[in-house]
């Protein structure tokens, strides 16, 4: 049974950091692309951060890059984004996504995000 779950959202001060965990049942994640995307209220769906299958090439959007660092476990099968220098713009309910098309690499506006989470709250304070 295909199954993500994401954890490690916290309210956290300006500045601070966070390592959010997406564990993922059903996939081997080293074969397919997992992405991070989040939502804040009244505003859209933005793509974060992308680590493709295999080889493990990364993507992150202007807004996170050089803060946040997408990496992946393939023992655990879990994939991780480690959020640095986090401001009070990064509130927002953090999902992880994937595509199911074996050996896809990263593009964030047109992978097959097909599978998600459930979504976990990260909230920095000013």
């Known amino acids: 049974q295909l199954q993500l779950v994401e954890s490690g959202g916290d309210l956290v001060q300006s500045g601070g950091s966070l390592r959010l965990s997406c564990k993922i049942s059903g996939f081997t994640v080293h074969f397919y692309p997992i992405a991070w995307f989040r939502q804040a209220p009244g505003k859209e769906r933005e793509g974060v951060s992308c680590?493709?299958?295999?080889?493990?090439?990364?993507y992150y959007a202007d807004s996170v890059k050089g803060r946040f660092e997408i990496s992946r476990d393939d023992a655990l099968n879990t994939v991780y984004l480690q959020m640095n220098s986090l401001k009070p713009e990064d509130t927002a309910v953090y999902y992880c996504a994937l595509d199911p098309i074996l050996y896809s690499v990263c593009n964030l506006p047109s992978n097959e995000w097909n599978y998600w989470g459930q979504g976990t709250q990260v909230t920095v304070s000013a």
């Open positions: 680590i493709s299958s295999t080889d493990g090439d990364t």
